[in-house]
């Protein structure tokens, strides 16, 4: 099946610095990809969709000023987590949605940890 | 809004034995209806899926059925083994097509041998 590689798997950063988490959809093309984080014991909650060359779009609550989102291709996409603070310390998932019909592939995550 | 409530974890069972994940959602109009699983250090996969009431969705021995009634999507199996560890997250999309889905909390499954 299709295979969306996340990187890193883990990141330890201080506070105040920022972090980039990539997401790329390795053997196909993704029109749409979705950003989620979980924090403990909560579900996983939707951020942000970005669709390839126009700006993500942001889930109520959601800053996007905090959390840069850039797809400039149909392979990857990327989550930056600016000036990160202790309370963005949290577990992020990216999928990507085939651009046929409306399967999802899911990255590994990435669980970041601010210091 | 819409959301998911899933049966709180860790769940640890012996090899062999049945399996039953509880989910419940809350939703206006016939949302699909999804359960994924992530093993170790992999991504989310689609499990099943049912799209309408009364589907039944199966899949490597799992099953679910779509209970409009009971706004339900309970996981089963009749046999689990130690492979099937994993965490399990029951999901929904809504009514229209939008590809956002709503997830419930997971719920982490070890089985022993």
């Known amino acids: 099946g299709a295979v969306v590689s996340q990187h890193p798997s883990w990141v330890i950063c201080k506070s105040g610095t920022s972090v980039k988490i990539e997401c790329r959809s390795l053997?196909?093309?993704?029109?749409?990809m979705f950003w989620y984080r979980q924090f403990p014991k909560q579900s996983l909650m939707l951020m942000a969709t970005s669709n390839e060359g126009s700006k993500a779009t942001y889930e109520q609550g959601v800053e996007k000023d905090k959390f840069l989102i850039n797809h400039a291709s149909l392979t990857l996409s990327t989550l930056t987590v600016t000036s990160a603070h202790p309370e963005d310390s949290s577990f992020y998932i990216c999928?990507?949605?085939?651009?046929?019909?409306?399967?999802?592939?899911f990255g590994s995550g990435t669980q970041l940890s601010v210091l | 809004g819409d959301s998911v409530t899933q049966m709180e974890g860790p769940v640890t069972l012996s090899e062999e034995a049945f399996l039953t994940i509880n989910c419940t959602y809350t939703?206006?109009?016939?949302?699909?209806l999804f359960w994924y699983v992530q093993y170790p250090g992999e991504g989310l996969q689609l499990l099943l899926k049912?799209?309408?009431?009364?589907d039944k969705g199966s899949n490597k021995g799992f099953e679910a059925t779509y209970r409009k009634e009971t706004t339900s999507f309970h996981l089963e199996k009749g046999s689990v083994q130690v492979s099937d560890s994993a965490v399990y997250f029951c999901a929904l999309r809504g009514q229209g097509g939008s590809e956002k889905l709503v997830f419930g909390k997971g719920t982490k499954l070890t089985v022993n041998p």
């Open positions: 999928s990507a949605a085939v651009s046929t019909g409306m399967k999802l592939f």
């Open positions: 939703a206006t109009g016939y949302p699909s």
């Open positions: 053997d196909f093309q993704a029109t749409t």
């Open positions: 049912a799209t309408k009431a009364d």
